[in-house]
């Protein structure tokens, strides 16, 4: 018999039943909630008249909303009415059921993808919900992390299991090593660039391989946070020492004797030598180049030194139609080099990389230098109140200040542009988020997806470069 | 939830894939902390040619004739006809409840986005996956027949055109029965409460740091 891969042995984990039908109840360690997708859940429970399941299971933060700037006011200081009622609504619900919050005044409070491994509520084997497709994020930790829908959100609460069908395996395997000045999103642009969007729909990915292995918590935490960009809504990376390095001593973390035991379990968790997948895909590490997304959908990518796709050139039909609707909405010319993309804006930031080595990264390159002055703006919001204050005592905002980088409060921001950030019609904006939509940070902007360094590169030049090219 | 049967609706065609849900329906509407009101903000950025605001009368902005819910021939429309990759993107359930709020009640694609797919049907929503060919066929159809309505029928699982050409699909039976009986999927599961209860008392003893952590 094969062996058992990653996926499958967190799934047999968290089994609480098998239905005749395919269907299945799965348990729920930890669900993670959020302002914008989870009133409708509250509200459910209120009308049935249910109580949560288990309280301490649940960990609430306000981050879609929350302005980037004058903070010390809390919720006086959200402009739009709409928003100032979704969030105190969120305190509202968490107070009347009893769930922790780190509400908008907290220190804690920030991207709820970035605050659970920050805190340790994230740890390697858990299944972990949240009301939020990104929640894939958590999957770096060898966890069973899904992104759930309201209805669910309120499922989970209710009952903390979730129906799910077990999907299939898929291993994504970056093998040899990365270049120099290629990061965990360049990687993941390449992996998005050639399955495609919908390339792990109906799969639970696992990244493997020498590229996957050498990479920081944080650079596997934006692998598998993309995860969702290639359709699958489950991404993992096996557990090792660089997993367990990063959870000891967090707040919510075992210590002593629970330490000890935690720790031998998490060591199983990775896929057998003998398990088989249903999908492998590989790549070469030492091919992939700076990634620089040139279209509205995360496939629509090319390297730093390629250009944008001639339209005439694709034999498809859809696709064709695909690339000149995008090139038409992105104000982009076939054949146009990725390095004569003019940008408006650039945005450092989001739950895939605003966390304190994105943080880094975007510093070393803007150290010493100005940001282009044909930008109207370039921001950095970290993801979380914590990974500000260390940034700051790293001095890192001082870089970023003196380069002429604006340094936020922590939210989504212009991720998605709920709150107050967004772009104007027709800018151009290097973006280190998810989301390359039409719309997606601002009516008619148009958004590149690249990587902390990238962005930053682009922030002192105006457009974009190979960032490789700017070594000090 | 409402139980779905049986339908018979007129098709609006919508040709391009990769719908994402930001495009269903546009974050500025997610603010609301209601699960109703979102039809006419439905796939408001190619519907109206102004930027949408919450809370606003949509019916006194300017549209955008090209876009097909607003030809005159598709309106009332209950079933969307819909390429590959349909609903990609965020989890937010507000997409469905948009579709749904506007009217429609079946969405037919070649295939869908996971989650998506999932949130259709914990709000009485259908959707179908046919083959790509039937699909190209049925946009033929739906553009050159006006009035061109689609019947149906969850219990056999059957699509039918109007000369009377039917096609079958595949729905998962819990998702099926679910939907055909109106089903609350919390009380269905609430049902196993014992097992649940079972679980996480055996989960306590082996996994101790899951519970109680920080609290
Ligand atoms: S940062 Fe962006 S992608 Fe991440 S949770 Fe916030 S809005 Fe969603």
């Known amino acids: ?472 | 939830m409402r139980a779905f049967t049986q339908h018979r609706g007129l098709v609006a065609p919508m040709d391009r894939s990769n719908v994402d849900t930001d495009m269903i329906i546009p974050k500025q509407f997610l603010k609301s902390i209601k699960r109703t009101g979102f039809g006419p903000n439905l796939f408001d950025e190619l519907r109206y040619l102004d930027e949408g605001k919450p809370d606003q009368d949509c019916s006194q902005r300017p549209v955008n004739p090209d876009f097909v819910l607003n030809q005159d021939r598709y309106k009332n429309a209950s079933v969307l006809l819909a390429r590959s990759n349909f609903g990609c993107g965020s989890s937010r359930e507000h997409a469905p409840w948009a579709l749904d709020d506007y009217g429609f009640r079946v969405i037919i694609a070649p295939s869908f986005a996971d989650i998506f797919y999932n949130n259709c049907f914990k709000n009485g929503l259908l959707p179908i996956v046919l083959d790509v060919k039937v699909v190209d066929q049925l946009f033929r159809e739906a553009e050159v027949e006006e009035g061109y309505q689609l019947a149906v029928d969850l219990e056999a699982k059957t699509v039918t055109t109007p000369s009377g050409e039917s096609f079958g699909f595949d729905v998962d039976d819990f998702r099926r029965h679910c939907l055909l009986n109106g089903l609350d999927d919390i009380g269905v599961t609430l049902e196993d409460a014992d097992l649940i209860k079972s679980y996480e008392d055996s989960r306590r003893k082996t996994a101790p740091w899951l519970f109680g952590a920080g609290h």
Request: aromatic share 6%.
């Open chain 1, 1 to 472: 018999m094969a062996g058992k891969t990653l996926y499958d042995k967190l799934w047999n984990d968290h089994l609480v039943k098998q239905r005749d039908d395919g269907s299945a109840l799965i348990y729920i360690d930890r669900q993670l909630l959020h302002e914008v997708t989870s009133p409708q859940a509250f509200e459910g429970l209120r009308i049935a008249g249910r109580k949560p399941w288990r309280l301490d299971a649940n960990l609430a933060t306000p981050d879609h909303n929350v302005p980037t700037t004058d903070r010390a006011r809390g919720i006086d200081g959200i402009v739009d009415p709409v928003s100032r009622i979704q969030v105190e609504t969120l305190d509202r619900n968490c107070d009347e059921f009893g769930i922790l919050e780190f509400k908008i005044l907290d220190q804690r409070q920030g991207i709820v993808h970035v605050i659970g491994p920050e805190q340790g509520a994230t740890l390697p084997g858990m299944s972990i919900v949240c009301g939020d497709s990104h929640t894939s994020t958590h999957g770096a930790f060898g966890c069973l992390a899904h992104g759930i829908g309201t209805s669910e959100v309120e499922h989970v609460l209710a009952t903390q299991c979730l129906v799910q069908q077990k999907m299939k395996n898929m291993l994504v395997k970056v093998s040899g090593k990365l270049g120099a000045g290629v990061t965990g999103k360049d990687v993941v642009l390449a992996i998005i660039g050639k399955i495609g969007t919908a390339g792990g729909t109906g799969y639970a990915i696992e990244f493997g391989g020498e590229a996957i292995q050498g990479l920081s918590m944080e650079g596997r935490m934006t692998i598998c946070n993309m995860s969702i960009e290639a359709g699958a809504r489950v991404g993992m990376v096996a557990v090792d020492d660089t997993t367990i390095a990063y959870v000891r001593d967090r707040p919510f973390s075992p210590t002593g004797e629970a330490w000890d035991a935690a720790v031998d379990y998490w060591r199983t968790l990775h896929s057998d030598d003998d398990a088989a997948f249903d999908k492998v895909v590989e790549l070469n590490g030492a091919d992939i180049q700076p990634q620089v997304s040139w279209g509205t959908s995360p496939e629509m990518v090319a390297g730093i030194d390629g250009h944008v796709p001639d339209p005439a050139k694709e034999t498809d039909p859809i696709k064709r139609e695909g690339i000149v609707r995008a090139l038409k909405y992105m104000g982009l010319a076939p054949n146009q080099a990725i390095t004569d993309i003019k940008l408006d804006r650039v945005f450092i930031g989001s739950c895939t990389n605003s966390r304190i080595e994105d943080l880094r990264e975007a510093a070393a390159v803007v150290k010493g230098r100005k940001v282009s002055p044909s930008l109207k703006q370039a921001m950095v919001v970290p993801g979380s109140g914590l990974v500000k204050a260390q940034a700051e005592q790293e001095g890192l905002d001082r870089i970023f200040i003196e380069a002429g980088l604006e340094w936020r409060d922590p939210g989504c921001s212009m991720c998605l542009a709920m709150n107050a950030d967004k772009l104007g019609q027709g800018e151009h904006c290097a973006s280190t988020s998810n989301r390359n939509f039409e719309g997606r940070q601002g009516f008619g902007g148009r958004t590149h997806l690249v990587s902390p360094a990238m962005a930053a590169a682009a922030a002192v030049s105006g457009h974009f470069v190979d960032v490789r090219e700017l070594t000090h």
